[in-house]
């Protein structure tokens, strides 16, 4: 995208702003990031993954938004993977600077709650955009793979490091070296996704997950992420130092008082992430 094209976007992300290649919404503090080409089955192209992050940008620093779902638009795809024929022209330079990779970490790392809500297919980058949110729920007709290998590459944003520790090391060797395809339920019984639903109760039940997130201690929420993402990267002892540092710190908040006071009066806590 253009320096001109970026300037000329909305200061903030409200309801039914869209962009070139995505849509972007918020209600009741969850936005909503549609990748919207239809007609490409959402294909990951460079505009694609420099709005996301433009988005994400502003959401982080917007109070109005606490939780973020991705999804794609149509009925058949989440997103199909990358644009091929934008592939066809990528090169060692471009492969050095890792665009995906660096954007899905930063969505692993985002410091609010994320969803990917899978209403198709979900293949190659798709798949691991969804891999890098917190929460993964599925359509009943969704379809979900790794295929790079059929076109002579390696899943290279973060799928043989996420899909292993997902799924387990062998079954994300056999599904990376074939290229094989699951289905959601597959995908269920994997861990790859938590549930499985009818693709019109998808979107109310990823808007109803992040709502009941919501409810809880923010910093709770934040910290819970951190110490389960980087105990995921280090070994026991080193993971429960840090879920005792996380504990530790948590005492000490307005938000773990309240929380307390709250259940033993019986009232609804408010937290307000202090």
Known sequence: MSGQQAQALPEAAGAGEVLETIRASVDGRIGTITVDRPEKRNALSRTVLAEIGQVLDRWEEDDDVAAVVFTGAGEKAFI??????????????????AHMQRLYDRIQDYPKPTLAALNGVAMGGGLELAMSCDIRIAADTARMGLPETTLGVLPGAGGTQRLSRLVGTGRAVEMILTSRILTADEAE?????????????LLPTATATLATVLTKGPLAIRLAKMVIGQGAETDQRTGLLLERLAQTLLYTTEDKAEGAAAFLARRTPEFRGR
Not at 80 to 97: F, R, V
């Open 80 to 97: 199909a993977g990358a644009d091929i024929s934008q592939l066809a022209h990528y090169d060692l330079p471009y492969g050095l600077a």
């Open 189 to 201: 019984r994997y861990g790859l996704v938590t549930s499985v639903l009818p693709a019109a109760e």
